[in-house]
């Protein structure tokens, strides 16, 4: 359905992309991945024809196939409300059969004229697309209610709901229009966990091709059929069969073959090296330890030092050639340290018939719970159960309804927002870290650079950065400032695959206590020592996904 053929795009002197090709199917899914910044967005809006490509081209099959793009930033479309952006109306529908039944009786009672004829034509291409492309009432209410948009009227101005809101409700949008081939941006960003389960049970039942774009591990193993990996070195595309899962035991056993490969060839040019050495001051101190007239000698020495020199010459050649094995490269991740910090007591945190929420209404009520040192708890649960309000609560930035927060002794507490707010605009990196670490401005740019930024760009005004960018700012402060206790509210939403996987790594070395707000389940299977879930006004805790999933089953 999707042929795409030797694109290649530059902006400016930058290499982006370099002839990259696939073809896309009908009925597959495929993951696009690759970390930030090299290329995924730029490839999709070549497609959409959104950007020009330098050289190469796109071929929809049939021509006339609709595709369905669902960006980063959700664009309203000149719409109001939620109906209108969704284009939802049986009514509209109705309309239109009626004026076609209208039209085909008053061509039975006449002889046919032609502005009644045409008149028909129109108004039966019109009811045939909006039968195939407008959404019914129920389609739309169970797909508002699938991405957890229930509550959401369709006479809601769009200009009230929040960015998370407005970015379900744009793939709603895509959904509810069922194009032949959907390319998703980022599509599981703001999503709970239940609201992804459903969209993954949409994409299996998808009868189009579908090209995606995540850093949801999971998810794109619970999806993808195939994986096409963007290499922001060479700026190629090189595809894998199967989910993520496949595409990366396949992955480290070819960079393991590479790596073995080179290891030889290292191995066996040392012992060329040497053995050239080795033959080359034998010859020397024949030449040298024999008397002039003892020719055939000499003569014998030279005869071999030429020979090493020769052999010397060619393994030069063979290593300046393309026949070596090339070294596989380390791939560009984020190295995430936390400094030293003192113990806690036993007891983290403790939470005592607890409730909150907002002008006198509880979001949840009656907690209990106790966090101990060194446990490491996702805290899960719908949008709107108040995982962000809890976080407030336990940092003293909101006061509960009822009940207290108590933090043990000698917690030191660092948290991450969602929103980054946190963060000052004006503020550049290395005053962020200066601000709150006693270290030189060496030292500074040393630490910024563990966590990607390198030369002026500790100096880029934070208002100035990305999202990814400033979450990487984010956890710099929090390593920088020694806290043995994390809040962190979706700390991985802007975190590309590589720097997800170290900041696991990190997290799971980590000795102090983490309690953080996370959908991403990959994540937290790698990272979690325990659930805390908030459902229906209260909180339970669960050993693991499975054990909330069964514990659900059974509730159902």
Same mark, same amino acid.
């Given at each position: 359905m999707l042929k795409v053929s030797n694109i290649t795009k530059h902006f400016g002197n930058e290499l982006i992309l370099d002839s990259v090709s696939f073809v896309l199917n009908a009925g597959e899914r495929v993951g696009l991945i690759g970390p930030n910044g090299c290329g995924k967005t730029t490839l999709l809006?070549?497609?959409?024809?959104?950007?020009?490509?330098?050289?190469?081209?796109?071929q929809i099959v049939p021509s006339h196939a609709r595709l369905g793009f669902l960006e980063q930033g959700f664009a309203q479309h000149g719409a109001e409300t939620v109906a209108q952006f969704l284009q939802v109306g049986e009514e509209t529908l109705a309309e239109v059969e009626e004026r076609v039944a209208t039209l085909a009786v008053e061509l039975s009672r006449q002889e046919p004229q032609a502005h009644l004829l045409e008149a028909y034509s129109e108004a039966l291409t019109r009811l045939e697309s909006l039968a195939t492309?407008?959404?019914?009432?129920?389609?739309?209410?169970?797909?508002?209610?699938?991405?957890?948009?229930?509550?959401?009227?369709?006479e809601t101005p769009l200009a009230i709901l929040s960015g998370g809101q407005k970015t379900r409700l744009g793939l709603?949008?895509?959904?509810?229009?069922?194009?032949?081939?959907?390319?998703?941006?980022?599509?599981?960003?703001?999503?709970?966990?239940?609201?992804?389960?459903w969209l993954e049970a949409w994409l299996r039942c998808y009868s189009g091709a579908a090209?995606?774009?995540?850093?949801?591990?999971?998810?794109?193993?619970n999806t993808v059929t195939s994986i096409l990996d963007l290499d922001p070195e060479t700026?190629? @595309?090189?595809?894998?069969?199967?989910?993520?899962?496949?595409?990366?035991?396949?992955?480290?056993?070819?960079?393991?073959?590479?790596?073995?490969?080179?290891?030889?060839?290292?191995?066996?040019?040392?012992r060329i090296q040497a053995d050239i050495h080795r033959t080359a001051m034998h010859a020397m101190s024949v030449e040298l330890t024999t008397k002039p007239h003892d020719y055939t000698i000499r003569r014998y020495a030279k005869k071999v030092a030429k020979k090493a020199k020769s052999r010397?010459?060619?393994?030069?050649?063979?290593?300046?050639?393309?026949?070596?094995?090339?070294?596989?490269?380390?791939?560009?991740?984020?190295?995430?340290?936390?400094?030293?910090?003192?113990?806690?007591?036993?007891?983290?945190?403790?939470?005592?018939?607890?409730?909150?929420?907002?002008?006198?209404?509880?979001?949840?009520?009656?907690?209990?719970?106790? @966090?101990?040192?060194g446990e490491r708890v996702a805290l899960i649960g719908p949008n709107g159960t108040g995982k962000t309000t809890l976080l407030k609560v336990i940092m003293g930035r909101l006061a509960p309804l009822t009940g207290r927060v108590r933090l043990g002794t000698n917690?030191?507490?660092?948290?991450?927002?969602?929103?980054?707010?946190?963060?000052?605009?004006?503020?550049?990196?290395?005053?962020?870290?200066?601000?709150?670490?006693?270290?030189?401005?060496?030292?500074?740019?040393?630490?910024?650079?563990?966590?990607?930024?390198?030369?002026?760009?500790?100096?880029?005004?934070?208002?100035?950065?990305?999202?990814?960018?400033?979450?990487?700012?984010?956890?710099?402060?929090?390593?920088?400032?020694?806290?043995?206790?994390?809040?962190?509210?979706?700390?991985v939403n802007h975190l590309d695959i590589p720097s997800r996987t170290q900041f696991e790594r990190a997290m799971t070395s980590f000795e102090g206590t983490v309690l953080a707000v996370v959908h991403d389940r990959y994540f937290i299977n790698a990272f979690a020592t325990g659930i805390w879930a908030l459902q229906s006004g209260g909180l339970r805790r669960f050993v693991d996904l499975e054990d909330l999933s069964r514990a659900n089953h059974n509730a159902s």
């Open positions: 809006r070549i497609i959409m024809g959104q950007l020009v490509p330098d050289t190469g081209g796109i492309t407008q959404p019914a009432v129920h389609e739309a209410e169970s797909v508002l209610a699938g991405l957890g948009l229930a509550h959401v009227d369709f709603a949008g895509l959904l509810l229009h069922r194009p032949d081939v959907v390319l998703l941006d980022e599509p599981t960003n703001h999503l709970d966990i239940e609201a992804l389960e090209l995606i774009v995540s850093h949801d591990r999971a998810f794109l193993d700026h190629t @595309l090189t595809g894998y069969v199967g989910n993520y899962s496949a595409y990366i035991e396949t992955w480290e056993r070819q960079r393991e073959k590479q790596l073995s490969q080179w290891r030889d060839e290292q191995d066996e040019i040392r010397e010459r060619k393994l030069e050649r063979y290593m300046e050639s393309d026949e070596r094995a090339e070294k596989p490269k380390l791939s560009w991740r984020m190295k995430l340290e936390f400094a030293d910090f003192s113990e806690s007591g036993r007891e983290v945190l403790i939470l005592e018939n607890l409730a909150a929420g907002y002008d006198g209404a509880a979001l949840f009520q009656g907690v209990d719970a106790i @966090l101990g040192a917690v030191r507490l660092g948290y991450y927002a969602q929103e980054q707010e946190l963060l000052d605009p004006t503020s550049t990196p290395f005053e962020v870290i200066r601000a709150v670490a006693e270290l030189s401005d060496t030292e500074v740019r040393s630490f910024l650079h563990y966590y990607l930024f390198s030369g002026d760009d500790v100096f880029t005004p934070v208002g100035a950065l990305s999202y990814g960018e400033r979450a990487r700012l984010t956890l710099a402060r929090m390593a920088a400032t020694g806290c043995n206790f994390l809040l962190l509210d979706e700390p």
